[in-house]
């Protein structure tokens, strides 16, 4: 606590937060950049591991040149000191120092604090404005089967050939929904893999109602159709409406039964066929990572993809005075935007003015953003592809009989409410694979997270906090510890 604070605190170093931190330390602020990672990119960005020796990383890539130039920028402006760069470090919540916020939006000083290392050595970073680039992660809506080895996430499926240049399987089908699965499936067709179909639960005719807002970004057309190409270079199959609805095996899945799905997702009878496969990669679009500013108490908004994303100005603010986000967080939208929401937000937290040519990139990738989400959202029918033994909670084994139980018979209104009564979501992943599901099964919209703590911290941590500062403590936790804890 004793070091000065600096101007600018950037927690993600994915595309958003890269694109603030290079932008802010251009226009003179002083930026400490923390990511959780071990290199720079986030999720989008993935790197090879060194030791895999990849030739040619940027190969498995789109749009590799943009990353590439904030980096050698990061690289730069670091040896400089304009920026400290801090890989390794996981921040797990954020408060204010002392009361100092007031509605003329004057901030206090930010504290940070993260785990750092395989260590989790307790670190504190100090900062006058923070930005939150805090991406998101998929969204999985279960299936008879999909706890079976073999299943993987979509992301979880790129990741595994961008970071560990391995596929999931031999012959993988894609299925789910959204944009995600077209780059997917040309990834791993041109890593070697056969992908006999990518399986899109919605329709493309979807976008047709938004006609100016795709027209206004050629860009994306013409990216959809690269990876149309390559589906038809792979012989890949484009099976639209329709959805897995069960993955077969015993030790690890040997088959997936496909089914043609009406408007709202409930599959058709009669139309159900088994495509043998050794993987599937599946997901159903991505969900904004909101710990750390519902924490802070940033509002939220519905988004059309059944998401809820932070409410923010033209200037990248949170309702919070000295919070500022990018990116995903503000609706899922894809790196392109994030990297423009990421300079409007250096520019704004640095006092000067946006440039007109980063407004109007946002405005328009924010239109196909939306157009986007609403084609993709999910349909209110998907629910029946469970069975009763379905496991929806995989981390406590919670099928989906206990959550209609709780539900139809012990009178659960909300997925709270079924977490009290199931234990659904109260695992490793703290409802963030299974919160989607849960809702929808008790008959609720989605609803933002709240957690106090955004990852593990060991409980020393906590306990090693100032008892006499009430306010270094994250909301909802109590104001103090047990001196006993570890």
Same mark, same amino acid.
């Given at each position: 606590?004793?070091?000065?604070?600096?101007?600018?605190?950037?927690?993600?170093?994915?595309?958003?937060?890269?694109?603030?931190?290079?932008?802010?330390?251009?226009?003179?602020?002083?930026?400490?950049?923390?990511?959780? @990672?071990?290199?720079?990119?986030?999720?989008?960005?993935?790197?090879? !591991?060194? #030791?895999?020796?990849?030739?040619?990383?940027?190969?498995?890539?789109? @749009?590799?040149?943009?990353?590439?130039?904030?980096?050698? !920028?990061?690289?730069?402006?670091?040896?400089?000191?304009?920026?400290?760069?801090?890989?390794?470090?996981?921040?797990?919540?954020?408060?204010?120092?002392?009361? #100092?916020?007031?509605?003329?939006?004057?901030?206090?000083?930010?504290?940070?604090?993260?785990?750092? #290392?395989?260590?989790?050595?307790?670190?504190?970073?100090?900062?006058?404005?923070?930005?939150?680039?805090?991406?998101?992660?998929?969204?999985?809506?279960?299936?008879?089967?999909?706890?079976?080895?073999?299943?993987?996430?979509?992301?979880?499926?790129?990741?595994?050939?961008?970071? @560990?240049?391995?596929?999931?399987?031999?012959?993988?089908?894609v299925a789910g929904s959204g944009p995600l699965l077209l780059a997917v499936a040309g990834s791993l067709a041109a890593a070697g893999a056969r992908v006999p179909a990518v399986v899109e639960a919605a329709a493309y005719t979807g976008y047709a109602a938004h006609a100016p807002a795709l027209l206004r970004n050629p860009g994306k057309l013409a990216e959809g159709a690269t990876y149309g190409s390559a589906l038809l270079r792979h012989g890949v199959r484009l099976l639209t409406r329709h959805a897995v609805t069960e993955a077969h095996g015993t030790d690890r899945v040997e088959a997936v039964t496909v089914a043609r799905l009406d408007r709202d997702w409930r599959p058709l009878p009669g139309t159900a066929r088994r495509i043998p496969c050794d993987a599937v990669a599946v997901g159903?679009?991505?969900?904004?990572?909101?710990?750390?500013?519902?924490?802070?108490?940033?509002?939220?908004?519905?988004?059309?993809?059944?998401?809820?994303?932070?409410?923010?100005?033209?200037?990248?603010?949170?309702?919070?005075?000295?919070?500022?986000?990018?990116?995903?967080?503000?609706?899922?939208?894809?790196?392109?935007?994030?990297?423009?929401?990421?300079?409007?937000? !250096?520019?704004?937290?640095?006092?000067?003015?946006?440039?007109?040519?980063?407004?109007?990139?946002?405005?328009?990738?924010?239109?196909?953003?939306?157009?986007?989400?609403?084609?993709?959202?999910?349909?209110?029918?998907?629910?029946?592809? /469970?069975?009763?033994?379905?496991?929806?909670?995989?981390?406590?084994?919670?099928?989906?009989?206990?959550?209609?139980?709780?539900?139809?018979?012990?009178?659960?209104?909300?997925?709270?409410?079924?977490?009290?009564?199931?234990?659904?979501?109260?695992?490793?992943?703290?409802?963030?694979?299974?919160?989607?599901?849960?809702?929808?099964?008790?008959?609720?919209?989605?609803?933002?997270?709240?957690?106090? /703590?955004?990852?593990?911290?060991?409980?020393?941590?906590?306990? @090693?906090?100032? !008892?006499?500062?009430?306010?270094? /403590?994250?909301?909802?936790?109590?104001?103090?510890?047990?001196?006993?804890?570890?």
């Amino acid at each position: 606590m004793a070091t000065s604070p600096s101007d600018l605190a950037v927690i993600g170093a994915g595309p958003a937060g890269l694109a603030a931190a290079v932008t802010a330390a251009g226009l003179g602020l002083r930026v400490t950049l923390l990511d959780a @990672g071990e290199r720079p990119g986030g999720q989008y960005y993935r790197h090879p !591991a060194p #030791g895999l020796g990849a030739a040619r990383p940027e190969a498995l890539h789109h @749009g590799w040149a943009a990353f590439a130039a904030r980096e050698a !920028a990061l690289r730069a402006h670091e040896a400089a000191g304009r920026i400290t760069y801090l890989p390794f470090h996981h921040v797990w919540t954020v408060v204010p120092e002392g009361q #100092g916020a007031t509605a003329d939006r004057a901030a206090p000083t930010w504290t940070l604090h993260a785990v750092a #290392g395989p260590d989790e050595a307790p670190t504190i970073v100090r900062a006058r404005a923070v930005l939150l680039a805090t991406g998101a992660y998929e969204r999985q809506l279960p299936f008879p089967g999909w706890t079976l080895p073999g299943v993987v996430g979509a992301g979880g499926a790129q990741a595994m050939l961008k970071s @560990g240049l391995v596929l999931p399987g031999r012959r993988a089908v894609v299925a789910g929904s959204g944009p995600l699965l077209l780059a997917v499936a040309g990834s791993l067709a041109a890593a070697g893999a056969r992908v006999p179909a990518v399986v899109e639960a919605a329709a493309y005719t979807g976008y047709a109602a938004h006609a100016p807002a795709l027209l206004r970004n050629p860009g994306k057309l013409a990216e959809g159709a690269t990876y149309g190409s390559a589906l038809l270079r792979h012989g890949v199959r484009l099976l639209t409406r329709h959805a897995v609805t069960e993955a077969h095996g015993t030790d690890r899945v040997e088959a997936v039964t496909v089914a043609r799905l009406d408007r709202d997702w409930r599959p058709l009878p009669g139309t159900a066929r088994r495509i043998p496969c050794d993987a599937v990669a599946v997901g159903h679009g991505l969900v904004p990572q909101l710990e750390l500013a519902t924490g802070l108490g940033c509002a939220t908004r519905p988004s059309p993809d059944a998401t809820v994303a932070l409410e923010l100005d033209a200037r990248q603010r949170t309702s919070v005075p000295g919070i500022w986000s990018a990116g995903e967080t503000g609706g899922i939208g894809g790196a392109q935007l994030a990297l423009a929401e990421g300079e409007i937000a !250096a520019h704004s937290i640095a006092g000067r003015p946006v440039p007109a040519r980063l407004v109007r990139s946002r405005t328009r990738l924010r239109a196909f953003a939306a157009a986007m989400a609403g084609a993709h959202r999910p349909g209110p029918g998907w629910t029946g592809w /469970l069975r009763e033994d379905t496991d929806v909670c995989r981390c406590e084994e919670v099928p989906a009989s206990r959550i209609r139980e709780a539900v139809e018979d012990l009178g659960a209104r909300d997925a709270r409410t079924v977490k009290l009564l199931t234990r659904a979501g109260m695992g490793w992943c703290q409802g963030r694979m299974c919160g989607p599901a849960v809702a929808a099964l008790a008959g609720t919209g989605p609803a933002p997270d709240r957690r106090p /703590l955004s990852c593990p911290v060991p409980l020393r941590h906590l306990a @090693g906090l100032p !008892a006499d500062a009430p306010s270094e /403590l994250p909301p909802g936790l109590p104001p103090e510890l047990p001196p006993e804890l570890p």
